[in-house]
């Protein structure tokens, strides 16, 4: 199967991926971008732990790890509507949180949005861009406050 895009030409831009590093405690952190998430328009919809879930079932050693499944239901609305349905499958706006080192954290975020709009669930029209934007301006808000 050949890709429809690149990934190797995409800039983290075209993505909308954000990082950041948090100098604390895994579960301290976890709660942090929770609450700053909150505090920028997001609900957290789900949390789970891909790495205790791989730890119990396959022994497999991994450093903390945590889905924080964030979603702004007025965005998601929208973002239906405007996708007729589809852009559902890539809900909800994830934020992961893992371990890097002891006491320091990683958060990471990519674009649901964007990426629905580069592989074609999404329309590459003015209701979408706005949708986007807005998403966009929401995230940012929250990676300012972490």
């Not at 979603?71 to 809900?91: H, I, K, S």
């Not at 706006?93 to 990519?110: F, K």
Request: net charge negative; aromatic share 6%; charged share 25%.
């Amino acid at each position: 199967m050949t890709l429809p895009i690149d990934p190797g030409a995409l800039a983290d831009e075209d993505i909308g991926e954000r990082r950041a590093t948090l100098e604390m405690a895994h579960d301290e952190a976890v709660d942090h971008v929770r609450s700053t998430f909150r505090d920028a328009g997001f609900g957290v919809a789900t949390e789970f732990s891909p790495a205790d879930l791989l730890n119990e079932k396959i022994g497999a050693d991994r450093a903390p790890y945590t889905v924080i499944g964030a979603c702004n239901p007025e965005m998601a609305d929208r973002a239906l509507d405007a996708t007729a349905l589809q852009v559902g499958a890539l809900f909800p706006c994830n934020v992961v949180v893992w371990e890097a080192a002891p006491s320091r954290q990683t958060v990471y975020h990519v674009s649901i949005m964007k990426i629905a709009r580069l592989v074609g669930l999404a329309p590459d029209d003015e209701a979408m861009a706005s949708i986007v934007s807005d998403t966009g301006d929401l995230t940012e808000r929250a990676f300012a406050a972490l």
